[in-house]
């Protein structure tokens, strides 16, 4: 727009009236949301439709009342009048928001939701394809703010019909400006590569392989809210899944969906997905490693169907009044030979061997006395006998039940393993105590994943419409069937950097990985462009990703600022409070990140100091101390890495780690250290 100074403080007037006429219209739609409830409660209908209704109104209610501060709209999308590429928009002005906001439920929207098929435009219009554009319009709002009108501090249009185009100041200063506390949502700064991926179809399975900074993680939340609001009934009727590496990680997520108008999404670690039990047993390096092997799938298979007995020792004799019923002992073999060949569930099989056998003596006593009532074939199908066979020929087993004797039968693991294991392996899996089923503190996290492999085998598990997994790269091939459990007819958006992989198991790979899955057809995508990483962070990054086992594209920053400081001191402890206090002298938040025996030292030293540090599960903290191993999916506007050889040297895959400790900033790192840097590093 003209750069007249009347011209825009008269458009700044009309957007601010504006959206006051939004939140009038807002605060009306709450209001009227309540009113709903109240009045369904007093509503005539039957029970069922009743409670689906209340529990519709009740939850649209729910939203509005968990609706975040905040602006209404952040960008307005003017269509040209001559332009065919507006089709039925020309002419037409929408203002586009987190939500749509409408003064009644019939009357056009005053706001479009981000999600909408018009708001495409605002996210992939360019001055060489404008689709019918005429303007393009960014509003930016006071960071402070609570989304009071006043609050509405500048807006930028690009004439992109006019073939004009522009670097963006509004959304370079909201990717780039400090932040403490939660992730923000992207809503207002998506660019075309990550909206391409976020409207991907409900029945795409997505992988992305996102190097630091390129914005993964706000990709799936955003494709999250998108499926949420283009699919509500297929989501909702499976559910959405959010599984993140570890609580902190979660909290620092919790606030992006709710701003976007989404609520009760299921938000998880695998970990506590399929928690039988504590983990409280510590496994050998070995143990844990085969544990996560996907070999073990087909020990514990053959461990679980080792408790069916194919070979009946007697026939099956059924007494039925004055008769009595017989089924011989190769027609109950053959049954079971069957039913196994079927390879249904566990539980589901040994069902199926009573029900044919129950056909068996139904098909008898019809030939000698005619039809049975159904009450006839329920009795049949309970009678004790038939229970004791089954019980013997297919007995009903526990997880815990199959798993211990495994760990600890040398002669069970042999036979299961046979061909599979190497002996020595099979001696790295043998526990010298068994553990106790139901006792607190006898499974180890590895044993876990097991254990959920063996209740899957019995029983498969209600699955979801729709699971984001992000960090995935950490995850062992065991721990991706669990996952794919949980989801065999709906989809997965995959979030993850090969390079970040820390886990003995990591990922090398994404097609095994997704094949793991049970999606091998799943699109894989390259996200390569940082924005919020500095470029001189991202070009120490790259060098110390030429040195890592990760077949990744190297990341390239859109920003040239950005600092990188290597300070080689003799008192770690006392250089990394000097850092934190300079840092403290500039906004936003500041993480420190060190090894993880040395993170609680540092605290101290902090605390002693008088600098008031948290750790990484309280989120909004201005300083943080991180372990490096709670580092990954975190980021701080400072950051101190500290002594980056102890990281490297705390575990196998330290250089990975390093590489995430290193790509948490965005926008000063600090790296303090009193032993020779690796040098990998190269400075």
């Given at each position: 727009?003209?750069n007249?100074d009347?011209?825009?403080?008269?458009?700044?007037?009309q957007?601010r009236a504006?959206?006051?006429?939004?939140?009038?219209?807002?605060?009306a739609?709450?209001?009227?949301a309540?009113e709903?409830?109240?009045?369904g409660?007093?509503?005539?209908?039957s029970?069922?439709?009743?409670?689906?209704?209340g529990?519709?109104?009740?939850?649209?209610?729910k939203?509005?009342?968990?609706?975040p501060?905040?602006?209404l709209?952040f960008?307005?999308l003017d269509?040209?009048?001559?332009?065919?590429?507006?089709?039925d928009?020309a002419?037409?002005?929408?203002h586009?928001?987190?939500?749509?906001?409408?003064?009644?439920p019939?009357?056009p929207?005053?706001v479009?939701?981000?999600?909408?098929?018009?708001?495409?435009?605002f996210?992939?219009?360019?001055a060489?394809?404008p689709?019918?554009l005429?303007?393009r319009?960014r509003f930016?709002?006071?960071?402070?703010g609570?989304?009071?009108?006043?609050?509405?501090?500048?807006?930028e249009?690009?004439?992109?019909?006019?073939?004009?185009t522009?670097?963006?100041d509004?959304?370079?200063?909201?990717?780039?400006r400090?932040?403490?506390?939660?992730?923000?949502?992207i809503?207002?700064?998506?660019?075309?590569?990550?909206?391409?991926?976020?409207?991907?179809?409900?029945?795409?399975?997505?992988c992305v392989?996102?190097?630091p900074?390129t914005?993964?993680?706000a990709v799936?939340l955003?494709?999250?809210?998108?499926?949420l609001y283009t699919?509500?009934?297929?989501?909702?009727?499976g559910?959405?899944?959010?599984?993140?590496?570890?609580?902190?990680f979660?909290?620092y997520?919790s606030?992006?969906?709710p701003?976007?108008?989404e609520?009760?999404?299921r938000?998880s670690?695998l970990?506590?997905?399929?928690?039988?039990?504590?983990?409280?047993?510590?496994?050998?390096?070995?143990?844990?490693?085969?544990?996560h092997?996907?070999r073990m799938?087909e020990?514990?298979r053959?461990?679980?169907?080792?408790?069916?007995?194919?070979?009946?020792?007697?026939?099956?004799?059924l007494?039925?009044?004055s008769?009595?019923?017989?089924?011989?002992?190769?027609e109950?073999?053959?049954?079971v030979?069957?039913v196994?060949?079927?390879?249904?569930?566990?539980?589901v099989?040994?069902?199926?061997?009573?029900t044919?056998?129950?056909?068996?003596?139904?098909q008898?006593?019809?030939?000698?006395?005619?039809?049975r009532t159904?009450?006839?074939?329920r009795?049949v199908?309970?009678?004790?006998?038939?229970?004791a066979l089954?019980?013997?020929?297919?007995?009903?087993?526990?997880?815990?039940q199959?798993?211990?004797?495994?760990?600890?039968?040398p002669?069970t693991?042999a036979?299961?393993?046979?061909?599979i294991?190497?002996?020595?392996?099979?001696?790295?899996?043998?526990?010298?105590?068994?553990p106790?089923?139901t006792?607190?503190g006898?499974?180890?996290?590895?044993?876990?994943?097991?254990?959920?492999?063996?209740?899957?085998?019995i029983?498969?598990p209600?699955g979801?419409?729709?699971i984001v997994?992000?960090?995935?790269?950490?995850?062992s091939p065991?721990q991706?069937?669990?996952?794919?459990?949980?989801s065999?007819?709906?989809?997965l958006?995959?979030?993850?950097?090969?390079a970040q992989g820390?886990?003995?198991?990591?990922?090398?790979?994404w097609?095994?990985?997704l094949?793991?899955?049970?999606?091998p057809?799943?699109?894989?995508?390259?996200?390569t462009?940082g924005?919020?990483v500095?470029?001189?962070?991202?070009?120490?990054?790259?060098?110390?990703?030429?040195h890592?086992?990760?077949d990744?594209?190297p990341?390239?920053?859109?920003?040239?600022?950005?600092?990188?400081?290597?300070e080689?001191?003799?008192?770690?402890?006392?250089?990394?409070?000097?850092a934190?206090?300079?840092?403290?002298?500039?906004?936003?938040?500041?993480?420190v990140i060190?090894?993880?025996?040395?993170a609680?030292?540092?605290r101290a030293?902090?605390?002693?100091?008088?600098?008031?540090?948290?750790?990484?599960?309280t989120?909004?903290?201005r300083?943080?101390?991180?372990?490096?191993?709670?580092?990954?999916g975190l980021e701080?506007d400072?950051?101190v890495?500290?002594e980056?050889?102890?990281?490297?040297?705390?575990e196998?895959?330290?250089?990975?780690?390093?590489?995430?400790?290193?790509?948490?900033?965005?926008?000063?790192?600090?790296?303090?250290?009193s032993?020779?840097?690796?040098s990998?590093?190269?400075?």
């Amino acid at each position: 727009m003209p750069n007249s100074d009347s011209v825009l403080s008269d458009a700044l007037s009309q957007e601010r009236a504006y959206h006051d006429t939004c939140r009038t219209a807002l605060t009306a739609m709450i209001d009227g949301a309540q009113e709903q409830v109240t009045v369904g409660e007093h509503a005539s209908a039957s029970g069922a439709d009743a409670e689906v209704l209340g529990r519709q109104l009740r939850g649209q209610a729910k939203k509005f009342r968990e609706l975040p501060e905040g602006p209404l709209f952040f960008g307005r999308l003017d269509f040209a009048r001559d332009l065919p590429a507006a089709g039925d928009h020309a002419g037409q002005t929408y203002h586009i928001g987190r939500m749509r906001i409408a003064p009644d439920p019939s009357a056009p929207p005053l706001v479009i939701d981000w999600r909408a098929p018009v708001a495409r435009a605002f996210y992939r219009a360019s001055a060489r394809d404008p689709h019918g554009l005429a303007v393009r319009r960014r509003f930016g709002w006071s960071p402070a703010g609570h989304g009071e009108s006043d609050e509405l501090t500048g807006l930028e249009d690009e004439h992109l019909g006019r073939g004009e185009t522009r670097e963006s100041d509004i959304v370079a200063g909201e990717i780039e400006r400090p932040r403490i506390g939660p992730m923000r949502d992207i809503a207002a700064t998506i660019q075309p590569e990550q909206d391409t991926l976020v409207r991907e179809e409900f029945t795409t399975s997505l992988c992305v392989q996102g190097a630091p900074g390129t914005g993964k993680t706000a990709v799936g939340l955003h494709r999250a809210a998108y499926l949420l609001y283009t699919c509500p009934q297929r989501v909702q009727r499976g559910g959405m899944l959010i599984l993140g590496p570890n609580r902190a990680f979660l909290s620092y997520i919790s606030e992006v969906l709710p701003a976007l108008g989404e609520t009760g999404v299921r938000q998880s670690t695998l970990d506590e997905e399929i928690a039988r039990h504590p983990a409280g047993a510590e496994d050998s390096d070995a143990a844990a490693a085969l544990k996560h092997d996907i070999r073990m799938a087909e020990v514990l298979r053959r461990a679980l169907h080792a408790h069916v007995r194919t070979d009946s020792a007697q026939s099956l004799v059924l007494p039925d009044g004055s008769y009595r019923w017989r089924v011989p002992a190769g027609e109950l073999e053959r049954i079971v030979r069957d039913v196994l060949a079927e390879e249904p569930a566990y539980a589901v099989g040994r069902e199926r061997v009573r029900t044919r056998i129950v056909r068996s003596v139904q098909q008898q006593a019809e030939r000698r006395a005619g039809p049975r009532t159904p009450a006839w074939v329920r009795k049949v199908s309970r009678a004790r006998p038939l229970t004791a066979l089954l019980d013997t020929l297919w007995p009903t087993v526990r997880p815990e039940q199959v798993l211990a004797g495994l760990l600890t039968g040398p002669d069970t693991l042999a036979a299961a393993a046979d061909g599979i294991l190497e002996p020595d392996e099979q001696k790295a899996l043998l526990r010298t105590r068994p553990p106790r089923p139901t006792g607190p503190g006898r499974w180890s996290a590895a044993d876990l994943v097991l254990l959920d492999e063996l209740a899957g085998l019995i029983e498969r598990p209600a699955g979801y419409g729709h699971i984001v997994v992000d960090e995935a790269q950490d995850l062992s091939p065991m721990q991706c069937r669990a996952i794919a459990r949980r989801s065999p007819f709906g989809s997965l958006t995959v979030l993850g950097d090969l390079a970040q992989g820390t886990t003995p198991w990591a990922a090398r790979d994404w097609p095994g990985f997704l094949a793991h899955l049970g999606k091998p057809d799943a699109v894989t995508t390259a996200l390569t462009t940082g924005l919020r990483v500095p470029g001189a962070v991202a070009e120490l990054a790259n060098r110390l990703l030429e040195h890592l086992d990760a077949d990744v594209p190297p990341a390239r920053s859109l920003r040239r600022d950005g600092e990188v400081r290597t300070e080689a001191v003799r008192d770690t402890a006392a250089a990394t409070v000097a850092a934190v206090d300079a840092a403290l002298e500039r906004a936003g938040s500041i993480g420190v990140i060190a090894a993880d025996s040395g993170a609680p030292g540092l605290r101290a030293a902090l605390d002693a100091a008088g600098i008031r540090a948290a750790g990484p599960d309280t989120p909004g903290a201005r300083v943080t101390v991180v372990p490096a191993s709670m580092a990954k999916g975190l980021e701080y506007d400072q950051v101190v890495v500290v002594e980056p050889a102890a990281i490297v040297d705390a575990e196998p895959r330290g250089l990975n780690r390093l590489y995430v400790a290193l790509t948490r900033t965005v926008s000063q790192l600090r790296i303090v250290h009193s032993r020779p840097l690796p040098s990998a590093l190269g400075c």
